[in-house]
Structure formats: structure tokens, C-alpha cells
């Protein structure tokens, strides 16, 4: 009916696609257990590189959620070695500022800007609990 176009070939294969939006997948389990107070547990992680980088050109972002009051950190990062500075003199002196509390726990996946030495070495000074998580599991 339409000169001009390609036809189409017929796939008899199934699609990666098709098979992962079959796929079943549960719902992640309420936890019953919560912090009692603000920074007893802080999440922690790092998403990039992002395709469409920021005004200021940055390609990562580092988030911080506080389990506590579900208060939320977002810090433009440009590369994730970055990580670690940032932590150190902004979010940790900015929330002990605000809140009067400190940082207790640091709940992280094992993404290698959280595992090195300087970082695990000021955790430890400073008495901040790095828990480990698996990561690509956000339950």
C-alpha cells in the first residue's frame, strides 16, 4: 500500500524486554525495626555516570538519607573519588550543626569510593559503624 519502506522481517526470538517485564518480582518486606533518633543510621550512595550531565558538568550525585527523619542530602559530584570529601567537610560538619547530634552508623554498598583506606581509617577515628550492604539491592 506504501512504496518506499523497508519490510519487515518477521523475529521468531524472544525479546530481553518481553522477558524481563514477565518477569515476577515480590515486593520488598516492611521493616518493623527504625532509628529512635536523627543520624543513627545514614544511607548512603552514589549514581552515575548519568548520560546528560549537569549545568556545572557534572556526571554523579552522592545521596545521603537519614533513616530517622527521611531527610534527604544530594551533593552534584564530578567524579566519585570526590565522595569522601565531600562526607568530611560538608554533610558531617553540616548535619552536627544543625541537629546536635553525630553520625553513628553509615549504612553503604561496597562501592570502592566507601572501602578505601582513608575513608575506613576517619570512620574508625571518628567511632562512625560502616555497615556493608549488597549492592544493586534496594530492599
Not at 518493623?32 to 543513627?40: A, F, G, I, K, Q
Not at 553520625?103 to 561496597?110: E, F, N, P, S, Y
Request: aromatic share 14%; charged share 20%.
Amino acid at each position: 500500500m506504501v512504496s518506499g519502506l523497508p519490510s519487515i522481517q518477521n523475529q521468531t526470538g524472544i525479546c530481553e524486554g518481553c522477558v524481563y517485564e514477565k518477569m515476577h518480582h515480590f515486593s520488598f518486606t516492611k521493616t518493623t525495626w527504625r532509628t529512635n533518633t536523627p543520624l543513627e543510621l545514614i544511607h548512603a550512595d552514589i549514581c552515575g555516570p548519568i548520560r546528560t550531565p549537569s549545568i556545572s558538568n557534572n556526571r554523579y550525585f552522592l545521596l545521603f538519607i537519614d533513616d530517622y527523619s527521611r531527610m534527604i542530602w544530594i551533593y552534584l559530584l564530578d567524579k566519585k573519588s570526590e565522595a569522601f570529601s565531600i562526607f568530611f567537610f560538608q554533610l558531617k560538619t553540616f548535619v552536627k550543626k544543625q541537629s546536635g547530634c553525630q553520625m553513628k552508623t553509615l549504612r553503604i554498598d561496597r562501592g570502592k569510593e566507601f572501602i578505601y583506606k582513608l575513608f575506613l581509617d576517619y570512620c574508625k577515628k571518628n567511632g562512625i559503624q560502616r555497615q556493608l550492604i549488597i549492592r544493586h539491592t534496594p530492599q
